[in-house]
C-alpha cells in the first residue's frame, strides 16, 4: 500500500476538506502541519511538494499531488469503492455530486476569499492595510449574493445532490464557515443554506475539524 503524506494547515478551508476525505474513508497517513508563508513559501516545499506554495498537498510515496479536488478525487478513487463521499457506478450522480465539488472550489471560494482576503488574511499575515469600510461593505455584500445562490441551489433538498452527505458539501460548508466566522456573518436570511448548514455542522468528523480551526484561528490572532 502506498504511503501518503498530507501537507495541510486546519485553517485552510480545503487543508479541513481533505482531512475529512482521509478520516471518513479510514486512510492512513503521516500529517504534516505546514505553516502559511513560512513553510509553504519555502524551497523545500515548492521543490518537493507544490511548486506554487499552496494547501493541501499530498505525497503519495515520492510523487506530490496539490489542489484539493484533484486530492479528493484521487482518495475515493483508490478508497471509496462504496460511494460513500462521492458516488459510484451511476455517472450522471457522480458527475451531479462532483460539479458541487467543482462549484465550491471555483465559485465559492473565489466568492468568500475575495473578502475574507483583503479584510482578514492579508492584514494579519502580511500586515497590510484593510480596504475602507465602503470597499469592505461591497466586498461582504458580493458574500451575501453567493449565499443566496447557495440557499436557492439546495432547494428542497437536504444536501446539494439530494438527500445524501458528499464531498462536495463538506467543501462548501468550510468555505462559508470560514467567512461566516472571520466576517461575522449568518444565514438567517437564506433559511434553506441555514438548515443546510446545521445539518451538515453536525457531522462528527466535522465538528471535531472545527472545533480545531477556531482554536487554531484564534491562537494565531493572539501570536500577532
Known amino acids: 500500500m502506498s504511503k501518503i503524506t498530507f501537507y495541510g494547515n486546519i485553517i485552510s478551508q480545503p487543508s479541513r476538506t481533505v482531512a475529512w476525505t482521509l478520516k471518513t474513508l479510514g486512510v492512513e497517513h503521516e500529517y504534516k502541519h505546514t505553516e502559511f508563508v513560512k513553510d509553504t513559501r519555502s524551497e523545500e516545499y515548492t521543490s518537493k511538494v507544490n511548486i506554487f506554495g499552496q494547501l493541501p498537498a499530498i505525497m503519495v510515496d515520492d510523487t506530490p499531488i496539490a489542489q484539493s479536488n484533484t486530492i479528493i478525487r484521487y482518495l475515493a478513487n483508490e478508497h471509496d469503492k462504496d460511494g460513500n463521499i462521492l458516488p459510484t457506478g451511476d455517472h450522471l450522480e457522480r458527475a451531479k455530486a462532483e460539479e458541487i465539488l467543482d462549484i465550491a472550489a471555483t465559485n465559492v471560494r473565489q466568492s468568500m476569499m475575495s473578502a475574507v482576503g483583503p479584510i482578514v ?6 500586515g497590510t492595510e484593510k480596504p475602507s469600510e465602503e470597499e469592505q461593505k461591497k466586498l461582504i455584500e458580493d458574500v451575501k449574493k453567493t449565499f443566496e445562490k447557495l440557499n ?3 432547494g ?21 464557515q470560514t467567512a461566516a466566522t472571520f466576517l461575522e456573518l449568518d444565514f438567517a436570511d437564506y433559511p434553506q443554506l441555514d438548515a443546510w448548514y446545521e445539518t451538515v455542522g453536525a457531522n462528527e468528523v466535522l465538528t471535531d475539524l472545527s472545533k480545531q480551526m477556531l482554536e487554531a484561528s484564534a491562537a494565531m490572532k493572539e501570536s500577532k
Open 121 to 126: 488574511v492579508a492584514p494579519l499575515l502580511f
Open 152 to 154: 436557492t441551489k439546495i
Open 156 to 176: 428542497d433538498n437536504t444536501y446539494f445532490t439530494g438527500d445524501k452527505l458528499t464531498v462536495g458539501d463538506v467543501q462548501i460548508y468550510n468555505e462559508i
